[in-house]
């Protein structure tokens, strides 16, 4: 299994940006997917997740400004950041099913 995440970068607080992983090599639309991110100096932190169904559920943290999706069709799914913060500054990763990551992309957010 492969995971290749996209779309990170450098954008100013209250701005937008959208990750994008598209996984490889397994059956993608029967498993769950899920954002974390890692900040310096911070333990590995839950984001989003969306189940095969597509129920999506999201920490305090993020809720109201996240959205994850999923597209089975192009075996990706994305994590949509709005009203960012300095503080989602991090790198973000994806993960499918129960054990599979990507290698991360990292999100900066400073003005």
């Known amino acids: 299994v492969q995971l290749v995440e996209s779309g990170g970068g450098l954008v100013q607080p209250g701005g937008s940006l959208r990750l994008s992983c598209v996984v490889s090599?397994?059956?993608?639309?029967?498993?769950?997917m899920a954002w974390y991110r890692r900040a310096p100096g911070k333990e590995r932190e839950w984001v989003a997740s969306?189940?095969?169904?597509?129920?999506?559920t999201y920490p305090n943290s993020v809720k109201g400004r996240f959205t994850i999706s999923r597209d089975n069709a192009k075996r990706t799914v994305y994590l949509q950041m709005n009203s960012l913060k300095p503080e989602d500054t991090a790198v973000y990763y994806c993960?499918?099913?129960?054990?599979?990551w990507g290698q991360g992309t990292q999100v900066t957010v400073s003005s």
């Open positions: 969306i189940s095969s169904g597509g129920t999506t």
């Open positions: 090599g397994s059956a993608f639309s029967i498993y769950a």
């Open positions: 993960k499918f099913g129960p054990a599979n």
